[in-house]
């Protein structure tokens, strides 16, 4: 077997990794001729629109899947003549546009933040007339960890926000007063199987994911069932085939959805060590459309923390539980270089774990922007 892998960063050397135990070789495809999964892989470089490129690395492939959203859908729309190819170029189209992926979700039944699409200023003050502010502003297409938003504390700041954003399409909506952020990661296979991986907590810092707890603390059993029957029957509407992630925002008395990943997603790292097959198993059994394996954990308790920006001490590696995994990146503020995993029998220890790891360790984060 070999799995095609459009984009060759981190997620693509964890999904490679997984494909080699179920006895696949992974060729990738990326612009950049540094990017570090080729130590796992074939790498072919060259542009994402680039037909003979695709052309030569869809030969022989078993079946073909990328590694993130940035990726044109007509590419995968090419691929998917040629491959079988897994999620669909209308899947990845749909969450890499914010206007496309709040009306999917809405859909869906899966409530969102209050938002209004913003095409110019105009459009930008009428939004914030309607919203009220405290409010965020977000390009449609392109952003990642926080990049391409902007904050509207008050109207006054709306001028600041569209230029910061360079003026593009974009979506305004609502800054929720969360208690805490979610994350609900299913995966799906062709013949209709949805699994869930238990929920977890997600913490962010400026807009950078740093630290995963799983599974969530104190979830509410009836909350979590309805919003994975939603996300059960969002999968069945679009016929997914892979890992998908809902991010989400909890109040006092409601699940509210954030955004969406076609893929693997890193606030489920912790299930290489945390359980019996991680999210990357998964998503490649999908795609190569062999059987699923059941969703079982090792540990009562993970977590993770993610290596930004500066390389960690390795006395991190030395915490009982602990598993440091480098992905040979270099480093420079706010880049994800690695993560760390740490297993426990108990939520007080894997408190105390996480926080001797949080003692010797904290990332190197970009300049506060949002
Ligand atoms: P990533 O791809 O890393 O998940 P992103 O750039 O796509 O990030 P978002 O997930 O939309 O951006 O936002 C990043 C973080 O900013 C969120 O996880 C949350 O902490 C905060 N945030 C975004 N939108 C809102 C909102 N409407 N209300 C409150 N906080 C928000
Ligand atoms: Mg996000």
Redo the contacts with the bound molecule.
């Keep these: 077997m070999i799995l095609g892998v459009l984009g060759a960063g981190q997620l693509g050397l964890m999904i490679a990794r997984a494909a080699a135990n179920l006895g696949a070789t992974t060729r990738f495809l990326d612009p950049n001729p540094n990017a570090c999964a080729q130590s796992v892989g074939e790498l072919i470089v060259a542009p994402y629109t680039d037909a003979s490129a695709l052309d030569r690395f869809a030969q022989e492939l078993t079946a073909a899947t990328f590694e993130f959203e940035s990726i044109p859908a007509q590419t995968v729309e090419y691929l998917a003549a040629r491959v079988p190819t897994a999620p669909s170029s209308k899947a990845l189209a749909a969450s890499q546009d914010r206007l496309h992926e709040k009306h999917l979700l809405e859909s869906a039944d899966i409530p969102v933040?209050d938002w209004r699409p913003v095409d110019s200023i105009d459009a930008l003050h009428t939004a914030i007339n309607q919203l009220a502010v405290p409010c965020?502003l977000?390009a449609r297409t392109g952003?990642?960890?926080?990049?391409s938003?902007a904050r509207i504390p008050s109207p006054d700041d709306a001028q600041a926000a569209w230029n910061a954003i360079d003026q593009r399409p974009a979506i305004c909506?609502?800054?929720?007063p969360?208690d805490r952020?979610l994350s609900v990661i299913a995966v799906r296979s062709k013949n209709a199987q949805t699994l869930f991986y238990p929920v977890n907590q997600s913490h962010?810092t400026r807009?950078?994911?740093t630290k995963t707890i799983s599974p969530a603390p104190t979830t509410n059993p009836d909350q979590i069932a309805l919003l994975q029957a939603r996300i059960t029957h969002l999968l069945d509407q679009l016929n997914y085939v892979g890992v998908f992630t809902v991010?989400c925002?909890q109040t006092a008395d409601k699940l509210i959805a954030?955004?969406t990943a076609p893929r693997v997603h890193n606030t489920g790292h912790w299930t290489i060590e945390g359980a019996a097959a991680s999210q990357f198993e998964l998503h490649a059994r999908a795609v190569l459309d062999l059987p699923l394996a059941p969703i079982r954990l090792t540990h009562n308790h993970s977590a993770m923390l993610n290596i930004i920006g500066i390389e960690p001490d390795p006395a991190l590696a030395s915490i009982p539980g602990a598993t440091l995994h480098m992905y040979g990146k270099h480093p420079k503020p706010a880049r994800k270089i690695g993560h760390l995993t740490i297993t426990a029998d108990s939520p007080d220890q894997l408190a105390e774990r996480t926080e001797q790891a949080e003692r010797i360790y904290s990332p190197l984060l970009a300049p506060a922007s949002?």
């Design positions: 933040a965020i977000k952003g990642y960890d926080g990049k938003q909506e609502r800054i929720i969360f952020e962010h807009g950078i994911l991010e925002f954030n955004e949002v």
